[in-house]
T-cell receptor, first 113, second 109 residues
Framework: NAGVTQTPKFQVLKTGQSMTLQCAQD?????MYWYRQDPGMGLRLIYY???????DKGEVPNGYNVSRLNKREFSLRLESAAPSQTSVYFC????????????FGPGTRLTVL | RKEVEQDPGPFNVPEGATVAFNCTYS??????FFWYRQDCRKEPKLLMS???SGNEDGRFTAQLNRASQYISLLIRDSKLSDSATYLC??????????FGRGTSLIVHP
């Protein structure tokens, strides 16, 4: 039982490049989330998926897109990376929504040059 | 006023000490509250939920004060392994939780 997994763990991009961050959970959770964490800023929600087939914007969605591929997988895409997107990205899942405990993946450390 | 505020610290305490952190929130409609722990360069992990009547888990006690709109975390008999950043999370019942920026705790020998 791996919990929440994320790939890659580290990534360096040049401005304008695109990439997809992958997230998968094996806990049969309904809800999944993407956060970014910046020094001194705390965790901020980018997008979430309340259940399979739905996605919604969070607090800081600009520059990102998401896909809830199936119940297990939720990917985050940067279409044209910018230095302001340098951050640590965490995926999380919960059984029934944010009022429930969230389980986090190990994070992806992204640097955009 | 920020929606969720925490003193960033660091709180520097000796082993065995008792330490307490507060987290204030601005939205009186907030419905659920949690404390998460985050070790350096790791993911956050749930420490405990915070219930209206207060709750305890071993050396950790969490309390909610709705009138003054804050939650607290008390750690008794601090261990070196308690050194971490403690994040409070406040949910308004929507799918958008609000995380505090965290309080750093350093427990020294």
């Amino acid at each position: 039982n791996a919990g929440v997994t994320q790939t890659p763990k580290f990534q360096v991009l040049k401005t304008g490049q695109s990439m997809t961050l992958q997230c998968a959970q094996d806990m049969n959770h309904n809800s999944m989330y993407w956060y970014r964490q910046d020094p001194g800023m705390g965790l901020r929600l980018i997008y979430y998926s309340a259940s399979e087939g739905t996605t919604d914007k969070g607090e800081v969605p600009n520059g990102y897109n998401v896909s809830r591929l199936n119940k297990r997988e939720f990917s985050l895409r940067l279409e044209s990376a910018a230095p302001s997107q340098t951050s640590v990205y965490f995926c999380a899942s919960s059984e029934a929504g944010v009022i429930d405990t969230q389980y986090f993946g190990p994070g992806t450390r992204l640097t955009v040059l | 006023r920020k929606e969720v505020e925490q003193d960033p610290g660091p709180f520097n305490v000796p082993e065995g000490a008792t330490v307490a952190f507060n987290c204030t929130y601005s939205n009186s409609a907030s419905q659920s509250f949690f404390w998460y722990r985050q070790d350096c360069r790791k993911e956050p992990k749930l420490l405990m939920s915070v219930y209206s009547s207060g709750n305890e888990d071993g050396r950790f006690t969490a309390q909610l004060n709705r009138a003054s709109q804050y939650i607290s975390l008390l750690i008794r008999d601090s261990k070196l392994s308690d050194s971490a950043t403690y994040l409070c999370v406040v949910n308004r019942g929507s799918y958008i939780p609000t995380f505090g920026r965290g309080t750093s705790l350093i427990v020294h020998p």
